[in-house]
């Protein structure tokens, strides 16, 4: 299980890192 585990955490730093883009935006806006 630990290499599904890895891989969520994987996809929750993706996911992370789209919303302070996303952040990055509005604050800029």
């Known amino acids: 299980g630990g290499a599904h585990k890895e891989g969520d ?3 929750l730093k ?3 890192d789209e919303l302070n ?4 935006n509005l604050s800029k806006g």
């Open 9 to 11: 955490v994987a996809e």
């Open 21 to 24: 883009k996303r952040i990055d």
């Open 14 to 16: 993706r996911q992370l």
